[in-house]
């Protein structure tokens, strides 16, 4: 079975990188979402960030997930607590629940996966005919 680490950070990089395209260019909002210019811009990085751990080693991506997925999870928890105050910028619910899911779907497959990323066949070897 091939590993999902590669293909779910290439998704959340691409998604993540036009979304912050997109809240840079239709600020306030974009769909319920709120997007200022700061989270457009870390939203942008982000995205950037998993298309370059897609580029260069399975290992950068399975990074790329989890620690995505601990920061989401992080941005969440204070968002929540705090009714939506990050200090540097505001987040609504749909924030928050958006920042819930893509936490426990990065954490869930980065974590999950193990080895290098490739299928290895395995080769049965032969036994004597006795």
């Given at each position: 079975m091939t590993s999902s680490v590669k293909p779910l950070t290439w998704i959340v990089g691409a998604l993540l990188t036009l979304a912050g395209f997109a809240g840079?260019?239709?600020?306030?909002?974009?769909?319920?979402?709120?997007?200022?210019?700061?989270?457009?811009?870390?939203?942008l990085i982000v995205g950037l960030l998993g298309i370059w751990?897609?580029?260069?080693?399975?290992?950068?991506a399975k990074i790329y997930l989890v620690s995505f997925g601990i920061i989401y999870a992080v941005i969440a928890v204070i968002g929540w607590i705090n009714k939506g105050n990050l200090y540097v910028t505001t987040v609504n619910t749909p924030d928050t629940i958006l920042h819930i899911v893509l936490a426990v779907v990065l954490l869930v497959v980065g974590l999950s996966s193990s080895g290098s990323g490739s299928a290895t066949p395995v080769i049965p070897e032969e036994t004597p005919i006795a």
């Open positions: 840079l260019v239709w600020q306030p909002a974009l769909l319920t979402l709120r997007m200022d210019t700061v989270l457009s811009l870390f939203t751990a897609v580029a260069t080693e399975y290992a950068y």
